[in-house]
């Protein structure tokens, strides 16, 4: 006699945790939709973790609001992760029909965890400042909080110099975009190995890094707002210390120290690639800003596979960027070399990987990537 599997249980409540439980009665039709960012109409990203599954047992689950969502025609193309280990993250194929995204695998493990992206969960989160914190080369320069009052430190690799440029990097302004805090992890990586080229690109420049821009909205499982349900992307002309403090403690440690290169690290909900969006709608954009932009990108393709240029976001027109937006507005600011590099939730079609999609170990690939084609870049800057 074949048994029917039990029932399953489904948790989301810890750190990037999100999902809401319709129904789990039937393994073959597990309802569930996807919970708003707090204060905010936003939602897609998800993340959960189902136990008490058989071994050689089909799941299947069924997200029903995926269609209400902040961007419903990015679930075409998309494929959910799973991780059956805590470690190793793997695409299942997912259908989207319109309405509903579901996905089914035959268990192996009794826990399986599934998301949106390979997650950046809160112990890592705390792990990577620890590596920062701990690492020689490294200074925390500054501390700002978050509404919820997170620690949102800035470290900076150098000792401010006059003299040497200085490079920004920051990530995860949108809080469900978590393969920006792995692009963060990739840079930590590279001081901590410490190898020629970057000691040879410290010796002319500065790095200044904030590792998770939106750490409340990161924790509380948002796709796209901080806790006051305020996208920190979009108030970079009117940051304020009550309600978006994490981009007014930003600007503010940018305008004591100075920037010479801006880039911020995203994710992107629908365009299989990687790409990067710039300056060229910012009223000060000149022929300088142009040709560092084309000289970054041509470098960056050159480099890696991981990249290109084809596939991007429609360019700005002449004069009508928006400059609520951090790339815009630090651009237009500082008259630098600003970029938002933007990551796939798929993958990069360029150079596809169909067990992992775009992944973790990638984006923090491409950071290292993107460090050297900035190395050469530092005479140049200015
Ligand atoms: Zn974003």
Redesign the pocket.
């Known amino acids: 006699m074949h048994s029917s599997p039990n029932a399953i249980t489904i948790e989301a409540g810890f750190d990037t945790g999100n999902i809401q439980v319709l129904d789990a009665s039937d393994p073959t039709n597990i309802r569930l939709a996807i919970r708003p960012d707090t204060r905010s109409g936003h939602f897609q990203w998800f993340h959960f973790r189902a136990s008490g599954l058989v071994a050689g047992e089909r799941y299947e689950f069924v997200i029903t609001n995926a269609g209400q969502s902040s961007y419903p025609h990015a679930w075409n193309g998309y494929d959910a992760v799973a991780c059956e280990d805590s470690e190793h993250w793997f695409r299942v194929p997912s259908h989207y029909d319109g309405s509903a995204l579901s996905f089914s695998l035959v268990a192996s493990a009794p826990i399986i965890s599934f998301a949106y992206f390979e997650p950046y969960r809160l112990a890592r989160h705390e792990a990577l400042m620890a590596r920062a914190d701990a690492h020689h080369g490294l200074e925390r320069l500054a501390t700002g909080r978050s509404c919820e009052g997170r620690e949102i430190p800035l470290y900076r690799a150098g000792k401010g110099e006059p003299g040497k440029r200085k490079l920004w990097f920051i990530a995860q ?2 809080p469900g ?1 978590h393969m ?1 805090e792995w692009f963060m992890e990739g840079i930590i990586e590279a001081l901590e190995q410490g190898e020629p080229w970057l000691r040879s690109l410290l010796e002319r420049a500065e790095l200044y890094l904030i590792l998770n821009m939106n750490p409340d909205g990161a924790f509380h499982g948002h796709l ?1 707002t901080n806790a006051a349900g305020k996208d920190l ?1 979009r108030a970079w002309q009117d940051a304020t210390a009550e309600e978006t403090p994490e981009v007014h403690f930003a600007l503010q440690q940018m305008d004591k120290h100075g920037v010479d290169l801006f880039i911020d690290a ?3 909900e629908e365009i299989p690639h990687v790409f990067t969006a710039a300056c060229e709608g910012n009223p000060g954009y000149s022929p300088r800003i142009a040709d560092l932009e084309a000289r970054l990108r041509d470098a960056l393709c050159a480099r890696t596979a991981e990249f290109q240029q084809r596939h991007g976001y429609t360019r700005d027109l002449p004069g009508q960027a928006n400059m609520r937006l951090a790339c815009n507005a630090v651009g237009q600011r500082f008259d630098c070399l600003s970029l ?1 590099l ?1 990551m796939p939730f798929k993958d990069h079609l360029d150079a596809p990987e169909p067990r992992t999609g775009w992944s973790g170990a990638r984006s923090a690939r491409l950071a290292q990537d993107m460090l050297k084609v900035v190395a050469d870049m530092v005479p140049v800057l200015r």
């Open positions: 302004q949108h975009e920006a796209r992307n995203h994710g992107d938002t933007e």
